[in-house]
């Protein structure tokens, strides 16, 4: 029998910030199923540093963002907080961009009323945190990467999670802990067009549901306004820095049209530029706008950005010569597994923080850059819990038996999750996008569902149909939760039920 003091299943910022802030002499697992997010987070960290800058005015802002239906006190937690752990990152080696003072330098981006945005590695700050923090794991004698394995279960005795049933290479196993940790990221892989790592899928969430655990606000998925198409890749984050330096939004006629909108323009909050950017791309029927940084000096973009200048590059676009055709996509999941301030869920000993967790720190949509200061001030959070509960914790040796339910055998790999996960895909940017319709929320559920059905019989019977049950249930979370309720932000829902020329799938 495996078993382990804290598992945390997830090595993006949160969960690797967990593991960093626990003892030595815990025995530490971390399971990896996908590429982490964290890496790919371009603007940077939000915190309020300068004199002219307070915490109230970066309260106020993540409020107004966020439609004031954000929990007041995760908000203040988050940001009075952040000052401590933007220290322990210094101390850890990170290197923070610096002005000609040697000063943090702090840009602007949407929503935020002064530049409160530190950055490394110029538009690489999660990738230049996270390889700093991943050598420490790396280096840790107490922390084990289970790599490639695959969730499926949360293993429950009296109201306790004390461990988790996964898949690798093909067999099933079954891990015990004394403490659990869901740090797994969001659901963009669930649309066709996303920011998010393959594999995004979010549906620990839908496990964590399966077992009883609390779950919230799972319609409030935000679409970021800039991506761009990579002509031989996905889609490629252009960060909202880039209009905190000036960058403007053009229709096909070359006309920003951001200014009659909203007072800040194209520094509006997100949610507000990507249905601007909605209605522009289906009133012209053009796929994109764009984004202008023609009036800025190319040197400073190619300095200032310069990862988004070598890939644009790759495709003979240049910053400050060229337009670049923009469009928005699925970004991140706001709504997640309920927890308190410390990470707790209402299943004793299962905790969880970072983009999977709903604290109800954002309310309806979420200020930039306040995700990954999120994934360390709640990952702390969660890791001094886990300590301060050590000692009375114990795993009930008697129910240690594993589920058996799973009849799985290893069969040759077969195709069908991939259909299944294109179909889903399919369905959730079709009609559950920025702009949602009754009647196309209804089409979506009833889709879902008979799916769902069909896979129920056959979910334990091999991983590939249990991935897709997973993903399906996720899914038909987000739908029944935007069928539900008004929307306040990040989505839209129309009155009128139906969207003309929507074709079904
Ligand atoms: C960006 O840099 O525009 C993205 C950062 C975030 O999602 O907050």
Redesign the pocket.
């Known amino acids: 029998m495996k078993t382990t003091d804290v598992l945390i299943i997830g090595t993006g910022l949160a969960g690797t910030y967990v593991a960093l802030n626990l003892p030595s002499n815990m025995e530490i697992t971390m399971l990896c199923h996908h590429s982490t997010n964290s890496t790919l987070?371009?603007?940077?960290i939000a915190i309020s540093l300068d004199q002219k800058d307070s915490f109230e005015a970066h309260i106020e802002d993540t409020l107004t963002a966020g439609r004031h239906t954000n929990n007041l006190e995760a908000v203040k937690t988050l940001i009075e907080s952040a000052p401590d752990q933007i220290h322990t990152l210094k101390e850890l080696g990170v290197e923070f961009d610096q002005d000609a003072q040697q000063n943090i330098h702090a840009t602007l981006?949407g929503g935020h009323s002064y530049p409160r945005v530190i950055h490394a590695g110029g538009d690489q700050t999660g990738q230049s945190v996270m390889s700093l923090l991943d050598q420490k794991i790396q280096s840790a004698k107490n922390i084990r990467i289970l790599s490639g394995a695959s969730l499926l279960e949360l293993v429950v005795d009296d109201q306790q999670a004390i461990g988790i049933v996964y898949e690798k290479n093909g067999i099933i196993q079954v891990l015990y802990a004394k403490h659990i940790v869901m740090a797994t990221g969001g659901l963009g892989d669930l649309y066709e067009h996303t920011t998010n790592q393959e594999g995004s899928t979010g549906e620990a969430i839908a496990i964590a549901a399966f077992a009883g655990v609390k779950c919230q606000d799972m319609r409030y998925i935000q679409f970021?306004p800039t991506a761009y198409k990579n002509k031989d890749k996905g889609y490629f984050?252009i960060?909202?820095?880039i209009r905190g330096v000036g960058a403007y939004l053009l229709d096909a006629h070359k006309k920003r049209f951001m200014e009659p909108l909203h007072p800040l323009k194209e520094l509006a909050p997100r949610d507000i530029v990507s249905k601007a950017i909605y209605d522009v791309i289906e009133s012209t029927q053009e796929p994109f706008v764009y984004l202008d940084t023609r009036h800025i000096q190319t040197a400073y973009l190619k300095e200032r950005f310069p990862n988004i200048y070598k890939t644009l590059e790759k495709d003979n676009l240049i910053l400050g010569v060229d337009l670049i055709p923009v469009t928005p996509v699925a970004?991140?999941t706001i709504g997640g597994i309920c927890t308190d301030l410390m990470g707790r869920t209402n299943l004793n000993n299962l905790y969880a923080c970072g983009e999977v967790a709903s604290t109800g720190v954002h309310g309806a949509n979420?200020l930039?850059?306040?995700?990954l200061l999120e994934c360390l001030v709640f990952g702390k959070n969660v890791a001094e819990h886990i300590v301060s509960n050590h000692e009375h914790t114990s795993l009930p040796s008697y129910s240690m038996n594993p589920p058996n339910h799973w009849k799985y055998t290893k069969t040759t790999a077969s195709q069908n999750y991939l259909i299944h996960k294109a179909y889903i895909q399919e369905i959730m940017t079709k009609h559950v996008g920025i702009v949602r319709y009754d009647n196309q929320l209804k089409l979506a559920k009833s889709k879902l569902i008979r799916l769902l059905h069909q896979l129920k019989k056959v979910r334990f019977e091999h991983v590939d149909h249990a991935k897709s049950y997973n993903l399906v249930s996720i899914s038909l979370m987000v739908v029944e939760d935007a069928l539900a309720h008004e929307s306040l932000g990040c989505h839209y829902k129309e009155k009128k039920s139906e969207k003309k020329g929507l074709k079904s799938c």
Not at 368 to 371: D, L, P, V, Y
């Open positions: 987070a371009q603007g940077g981006e970021h984050l960060t909202e820095a970004h991140y979420r930039a850059s306040n995700s």
